[in-house]
């Protein structure tokens, strides 16, 4: 029996190596015209077989993969970082490693959610998930973006899946699905992006999205008749968070900040952070430093105990942490973890090189810079070039330049404190409240995630 493995056009458009497996051994069949059908040359090589079958041998530059070898591309996390990394390689790698002849290429996007949040726009969606910033808007099917890849829909397999065991000598990840259940996955390629988690699901995921639409939904009905509102975290979302919920209840309710630093946003200086907690208080928000929650008491009648560092309990209607992050590697070998969880990666290639070859991390969970969007649009493009010059090698499908991270912080960051105002800097230049307001206030962006969804940015 005969079958055509590969074509591959060796420089000249006009003349390929066509390669096939008779009974198991395989040999090369040399100066084939690439445009003959899989047809014609399965009937061309038999009748080749049959009449001068002395001058088969076998081939010394046969492929190491042939096209019944299946190589796993997996991508753990599809949410901003493992998003933009899956729609690249679907419009720029995918497609030129499918034409290769190398072998069969297939996509894997494991992800516990069904759908990408935009939750950037949390803090206005805790006050009220309606208008611009709607469940419909800002929550969307993961699978919608890639429906655009015609050509490589049957190169495309999604899982709602987290991942739970990494097995890096055999190459496998093991998923667990939402009932329970579990699957083995082999990897070729590995894109670890589960990024990192929030102590609450207001602000980030916990699982499938459904979690967070039934956190924000409860938050919205209890904010209806609170009185008294504790939100703790002096970074980004929670002066955010504080911010809206100031202009929400316009003085209505007793709003109340606290931050375990001397001063909110610790990436502005000082007259930054000044600005917006007078921002704030404008809006009726109570500002406490040198604060932080040592716990929690649920209360049974719907309030929440806040225990404070400076020994005053505050009996709150509605709670809301707002600080720290913990990255999602509890899966992963404690060889492949830093001291902070976070995974152990090459802060130069976003290589995890300790994992062998061809494995990357990519965005928050990678812990190569502070995290967030802004550093994100810096860190992928390199990851990307790393990615396609290592696979397109690989597969001697092309060659793409290495690229370089490095990381340089900057006061870089725009805070809302409110729809109609903000503090911000780019590169340390301040920027007006009104171009916050305009540039993310009024609808945290949500009108612009079509740039992750779509992977338009990519």
Request: hydrophobic share 40%.
């Amino acid at each position: 029996m005969v079958t055509v493995v590969s074509s591959r056009v060796v420089h000249r458009r006009q003349e390929a190596h066509i390669y096939a497996v008779i009974r198991g051994g395989d040999f090369l069949l040399p100066h084939f015209h690439h445009r003959f059908s899989r047809v014609d040359k399965i009937w061309q090589i038999s009748r080749i077989c049959s009449i001068f079958p002395q001058q088969f041998r076998p081939s010394d530059n046969f492929s190491e993969a042939t096209m019944s070898e299946t190589r796993n591309i997996v991508v753990l996390g599809v949410a901003w970082a493992g998003l933009g990394t899956a729609h690249h390689i679907c419009k720029h790698l995918l497609p030129k490693l499918k034409s290769s002849g190398s072998g069969k290429y297939v996509l894997h996007l494991v992800d516990p959610s069904t759908h990408f949040w935009w939750h950037v726009a949390a803090p206005r969606q805790i006050c009220s998930a309606e208008g611009n910033v709607s469940f419909e808007k800002s929550f969307v099917p993961i699978k919608d973006g890639f429906k655009q890849y015609t050509n490589l829909q049957d190169s495309l397999v999604f899982h709602q899946a987290s991942a739970s065991a990494l097995d890096t000598q055999s190459r496998k990840v093991t998923l667990t699905k939402p009932d329970g259940s579990t699957e083995s996955l082999e990897y070729w390629a590995l894109i670890i992006s589960t990024g990192v988690r929030t102590p609450t699901p207001l602000t980030g995921f916990q699982g499938d999205h459904t979690v967070s639409q039934n956190a924000l939904r409860e938050a919205n009905t209890k904010l209806k008749s609170a009185q008294v509102i504790v939100v703790s975290g002096g970074g980004p979302v929670g002066v955010e968070t504080a911010g809206e919920l100031g202009a929400h209840f316009g003085g209505k309710a007793k709003i109340v900040l606290v931050t375990a630093g001397k001063k909110l946003l610790p990436v502005f200086n000082e007259s930054r952070a000044k600005k917006a907690e007078s921002l704030l208080k404008k809006l009726g928000v109570e500002v406490r430093y040198n604060t932080k929650v040592n716990g929690q008491n649920d209360l049974g009648n719907g309030k929440t105990e806040v225990l404070l560092s400076s020994g005053e309990p505050i009996q709150a209607d509605v709670y809301i942490p707002a600080f720290g992050v913990q990255p999602n590697t509890e899966w992963l070998p404690n060889d492949l973890k830093d001291n902070k969880g976070f995974v152990s990666t090459n802060e130069k290639t976003l290589r995890v090189d300790k994992a062998g070859a061809r494995v990357y991390a990519a965005g928050d969970v990678s812990g190569v810079d502070s995290g967030g969007v802004m550093n994100m649009y810096s860190s992928l493009p390199v990851l990307h070039a790393n990615i396609d010059h290592d696979l397109l090698s690989e597969a001697k499908a092309g060659n793409v330049a290495e690229k370089t991270y490095n990381f340089v912080p900057k006061e870089t960051q725009f805070v809302p404190v409110g729809p109609k105002t903000g503090v911000a800097a780019f590169n340390g230049w301040s920027v007006p409240g009104f171009v916050v307001s305009f540039a993310k206030g009024r609808d945290y962006m949500v009108s612009r995630m079509d740039g992750f969804t779509e992977g338009k940015k990519w």
